[in-house]
């Protein structure tokens, strides 16, 4: 059955770093490009950062670039977000995405996992 994982998430304060996970199973994890969503309350879901199948290119949102970073570890099949110098805004659930790198129609979705951001 495919799967994908989340963890890493907490409560932290701002300015402080946060490293989620998203695991992943039951597909082929090196033909899928992935991406990080996050959702707030009463806010649209943000696509927060992509990486290609091979990890060979990342794209973020304006609103974490440099402060987030994407990888992913095609033998481990997770891909990672790596959260600095977090602020409150960054509240959110966090929710990672795989597409099939050809076939875009073929999708999964994790189950979020809650990032808080407050002192």
């Known amino acids: 059955q495919v799967q994908l994982v989340e963890s890493g998430g907490g409560l932290v304060q701002p300015g402080g770093s946060l490293r989620l996970s998203c695991a992943a199973s039951g597909f082929t994890f090196s033909m899928y490009d992935m991406r990080w969503y996050r959702q707030a309350p009463g806010k649209e879901r943000e696509l927060v950062a992509v990486?290609?199948?091979?990890?060979?290119?990342?794209n973020y949102a304006d609103s974490v670039k440099g402060r987030f970073t994407i990888s992913r570890d095609n033998g481990q099949n997770t891909v990672y977000l790596q959260m600095n110098r977090l602020k409150p805004e960054d509240t959110a659930v966090y929710s990672c995405n795989a597409v099939h790198k050809y076939i875009r129609a073929s999708a999964y979705w994790g189950q979020g996992t809650q990032v808080t951001v407050s002192s």
């Open positions: 990486i290609t199948s091979t990890g060979g290119s990342t």
